[in-house]
């Protein structure tokens, strides 16, 4: 078992250049960022290892049931939520579609960290007591047994003029990420909603203690998840519309990034995208990547990676990438050279797909992991990547 694990019973385009160092720095430097990454992935020591589990019951509301009824009840679940992950692939408008809420909201409330370490860091905290500001509030399209996550919330970073992006955070994110790069943002002229993505931070049910029904050995609770999160980001171009914003993006980061590609490959408004760290199919970053290892532990005894990626490539950017190409937009690929959990192979693979379809797009390459992209001085780089494609994309 994964140190710092914990098991759950069973019951329960252009490329911009690179800098090229000599071979023997290199492999120096290569040596050290893997390094700091394996620590960094190392300080959360409260994952749980959880057995597979089909989650069949999760597709009783979704669409594309092709003659199943609600209560169906397959006798061969992997063969069911395969043959649906194909029928949702060919029908994906239909699977992503949605009733828009008619309960939007703004809300004055208190800032919290929600934090998904064992031991929340105390100067974080503090830094946001007694702070306040205005949430977007609304029922989402989707329902799951837990009413707090079907309560969605999204942070309101206001700016003059018609520009206005969702920014979607990494798995596991607490509630205050991405925080500086939305009123740098705001900066620049661009309205920013900072969503909290299912079973994230304030939407996450008591029973836990980090954003594992989000992504987990749970198969059909997963792809609801996926949904859940693309329909919410929906409804979020929908209360700015209403606002008067005409120009709308989006930026996603990490698992934000792959529900951010879906959006878009499913909703015209969406003109400008910003992929931060982005990969293939969903189930090969489960498989590989090191931040989840402990769910790749709770599968394998059953599944291999060729199974998994069937079960879930209703939820993988690799599937849409015609949809994708539907409506004109301007997308920015950023992927990191030493990543451990999006391995960069996969993220070459993304854009060799923008290359074949013909799509306008930028490529970065960052000199650093998936988790030291947000250590000093890589986020800075990052950030400044993303505000200045979003100036520019707007501004063209």
Same mark, same amino acid.
């Given at each position: 078992?994964?140190?710092g694990?914990v098991?759950?019973?069973?019951?329960?385009?252009?490329?911009?250049?690179?800098?090229?160092?000599?071979?023997?720095?290199?492999?120096?430097?290569?040596?050290?960022?893997?390094?700091?990454e394996t620590?960094?992935?190392?300080?959360?020591?409260?994952r749980?290892?959880?057995?597979?589990?089909?989650?069949?019951?999760w597709?009783?509301?979704?669409?594309?049931r092709n003659?199943?009824a609600?209560?169906h009840?397959?006798?061969d679940?992997?063969a069911?939520?395969?043959e649906y992950?194909?029928?949702i692939a060919?029908?994906?408008?239909?699977?992503?579609?949605y009733?828009r809420?008619?309960?939007?909201?703004?809300e004055?409330?208190?800032?919290?960290?929600?934090?998904?370490?064992?031991?929340?860091?105390p100067?974080?905290?503090?830094?946001?007591?007694?702070?306040y500001?205005?949430?977007?509030?609304?029922?989402?399209?989707?329902?799951?047994?837990?009413?707090?996550n079907?309560?969605?919330? !999204?942070?309101?970073f206001? $700016?003059?003029?018609? #520009?206005?992006? &969702?920014?979607l955070?990494?798995?596991? /994110?607490?509630?205050? +990420?991405?925080?500086?790069?939305?009123?740098?943002l705001?900066?620049?002229?661009?309205?920013?909603?900072?969503?909290?993505?299912?079973?994230?931070?304030i939407?996450?049910p008591?029973?836990?203690r980090?954003?594992?029904?989000?992504?987990?050995?749970?198969?059909?609770?997963?792809?609801?998840?996926?949904?859940?999160g693309?329909?919410?980001l929906?409804?979020?171009?929908?209360?700015?519309?209403?606002?008067?914003y005409?120009?709308?993006?989006?930026?996603?980061?990490?698992?934000?990034?792959?529900? !951010?590609?879906?959006?878009? $490959?499913?909703?015209? #408004?969406?003109? &400008?995208?910003?992929?931060?760290h982005a /990969?293939?199919?969903? +189930?090969?970053?489960?498989?590989?990547?090191q931040?989840?290892r402990?769910?790749?532990?709770?599968?394998?005894?059953?599944?291999?990676?060729?199974?998994l990626?069937?079960?879930?490539?209703?939820?993988?950017?690799m599937?849409?990438?015609?949809?994708?190409a539907?409506w004109?937009?301007?997308?920015?690929?950023?992927?990191?050279?030493?990543?451990?959990?999006?391995?960069?192979e996969f993220?070459?693979?993304v854009v060799?797909e923008?290359?074949?379809?013909?799509l306008?797009?930028?490529?970065v390459?960052?000199?650093?992991g998936?988790y030291t992209?947000?250590e000093?001085?890589?986020?800075?780089?990052?950030?400044?990547?993303?505000?200045?494609f979003?100036?520019t994309?707007?501004?063209?």
């Amino acid at each position: 078992m994964q140190a710092g694990t914990v098991r759950c019973p069973r019951p329960a385009e252009p490329r911009l250049p690179v800098v090229c160092l000599k071979k023997p720095m290199a492999s120096r430097y290569a040596q050290w960022m893997y390094d700091w990454e394996t620590r960094l992935t190392s300080v959360d020591n409260n994952r749980v290892v959880r057995p597979l589990e089909w989650g069949v019951e999760w597709a009783r509301n979704w669409p594309c049931r092709n003659g199943f009824a609600p209560g169906h009840v397959p006798a061969d679940s992997e063969a069911f939520l395969r043959e649906y992950n194909q029928r949702i692939a060919e029908s994906s408008d239909e699977f992503y579609s949605y009733a828009r809420p008619s309960d939007f909201r703004l809300e004055r409330r208190a800032v919290q960290v929600f934090s998904t370490r064992e031991v929340p860091d105390p100067r974080l905290e503090k830094k946001v007591q007694g702070t306040y500001a205005d949430f977007l509030r609304f029922t989402s399209p989707v329902r799951s047994p837990f009413p707090e996550n079907n309560l969605v919330n !999204a942070r309101w970073f206001p $700016a003059r003029g018609k #520009r206005a992006i &969702v920014v979607l955070p990494h798995w596991n /994110s607490d509630a205050v +990420a991405y925080t500086s790069l939305c009123r740098t943002l705001t900066l620049l002229g661009v309205s920013v909603l900072r969503m909290s993505m299912p079973y994230h931070d304030i939407r996450m049910p008591a029973e836990i203690r980090r954003a594992d029904y989000a992504v987990s050995a749970n198969i059909g609770r997963t792809l609801d998840a996926c949904r859940q999160g693309v329909l919410d980001l929906r409804c979020c171009l929908d209360w700015l519309e209403s606002q008067g914003y005409t120009r709308l993006g989006i930026v996603g980061t990490s698992l934000g990034s792959c529900y !951010a590609f879906l959006a878009a $490959a499913h909703d015209p #408004r969406i003109r &400008v995208a910003a992929f931060n760290h982005a /990969s293939t199919y969903f +189930a090969d970053v489960v498989w590989h990547g090191q931040s989840t290892r402990h769910i790749r532990e709770g599968l394998q005894s059953q599944l291999d990676v060729d199974r998994l990626r069937g079960l879930w490539s209703a939820v993988s950017p690799m599937s849409y990438f015609r949809q994708y190409a539907r409506w004109p937009k301007k997308s920015l690929v950023i992927y990191a050279k030493y990543d451990l959990t999006f391995l960069p192979e996969f993220s070459r693979d993304v854009v060799s797909e923008f290359r074949r379809f013909g799509l306008d797009h930028k490529v970065v390459v960052l000199p650093c992991g998936h988790y030291t992209t947000g250590e000093t001085p890589y986020k800075y780089i990052d950030g400044w990547q993303i505000a200045s494609f979003l100036r520019t994309a707007f501004e063209n």
